[in-house]
């Protein structure tokens, strides 16, 4: 918890060190460290670490996220993400309620939670003591992994999404993030959630089966990636061809092409869904930890 005694009371004349730990937003100058506490679980914290990857820096972002670190003694021992989501980092949850009331000061609207389990519920907790109502909580995600090839055959018809595709592979993310949280991603503008679908399949992080007839079969994105881990998102089987047994052959073409970028491909599922979880078991996945997600 945050030390009860502020800098300038009479209790901290001559202390050098805050007794027990304290929350700050993490600068620049934290990124080594910040980074070396992800490195601890490079599966759990692939959000953070692709977040490193690409900006190098633990501060504050233009967008207006910030990290809120944990120290004890000086030393980084947990972290969260505060931004449209919260995302804990090695965070323990006994922290959770200090980092709750920080990330609640900043007046931000967070979206959702998700992460390690315990982190996560513990964070719930905190935000909703300050406030913050959930409209569901996914308390239970097994996290999955796949290290080797495949212990399927894959498609060869599923590709690398181009922007010539991205006037259906749009549709067919709303569609699947609809499923998924029960609203649209396009409330409140298009514009948003248009560029997170173009940004991933100009970086190559889009997989598509197209139909016939043109139509989006199957989809699935890298959304995080770092050059050990990748982890999938998004996959969305189009309802015409749900239950046919394709699935595993998709999702092996998936693993493959994630595997030219890293070695270890990851994702989380829904526990009740018995079904996608028979599927990645199928292809080679196994569980290594527990994920849990709160919508707010």
């Not at 692939?46 to 030393?75: C, E, K, Q, R």
């Not at 980092?99 to 907790?125: I, K, N, W, Y």
Request: contains cysteine.
């Amino acid at each position: 918890m945050l030390s009860r005694a502020a800098p300038w009371s009479a209790s901290r004349k001559g202390a050098t060190e805050p007794e027990g730990p304290t929350v700050r937003v993490l600068q620049d100058a934290d990124t080594r460290a910040l980074r070396e506490l992800a490195d601890q679980d490079p599966v759990a914290n692939v959000f953070i670490l692709a977040h490193l990857a690409s900006i190098n820096s633990a501060g504050p972002t233009t967008g207006g996220a910030s990290i809120f670190g944990v120290f004890d003694a000086g030393t980084l021992v947990g972290a969260c993400w505060a931004g449209a989501n919260i995302v804990p980092v090695q965070l323990a949850p006994e922290s959770a309620p200090a980092v709750a009331a920080a990330a609640s000061r900043t007046g931000r609207r967070f979206a959702s939670a998700f992460g390690p389990a315990e982190a996560v519920l513990a964070m719930h907790q905190g935000l909703q003591e300050l406030g913050h109502a959930a409209h569901e909580v996914r308390p239970e995600q097994p996290l999955m992994v796949i290290d080797g090839p495949p212990l399927v055959a894959s498609d060869p018809a599923v590709r690398r999404g181009t922007m010539a595709d991205f006037d259906r592979i749009l549709p067919a993310c709303a569609a699947m993030f609809e499923e998924e949280v029960g609203y649209s991603p396009f409330l409140g503008g298009r514009d948003f959630y248009s560029r997170r679908v173009e940004g991933l399949i100009r970086q190559g992080h889009s997989m598509v089966l197209m139909g016939a007839a043109g139509e989006v079969v199957f989809k699935a994105e890298l959304g995080a990636v770092t050059k050990d881990v990748t982890q999938v998102q998004g996959v969305w089987m189009n309802p015409q061809y749900r239950g046919r047994g394709l699935g595993a052959g998709y999702m092996a073409a998936v693993v493959e092409m994630a595997q030219e970028v890293a070695p270890v491909t990851s994702l989380y599922v829904n526990d009740y869904n018995s079904r996608a979880r028979a599927v990645y078991q199928r292809v080679g996945f196994r569980t290594v930890g527990t994920f849990a997600t709160v919508l707010f």
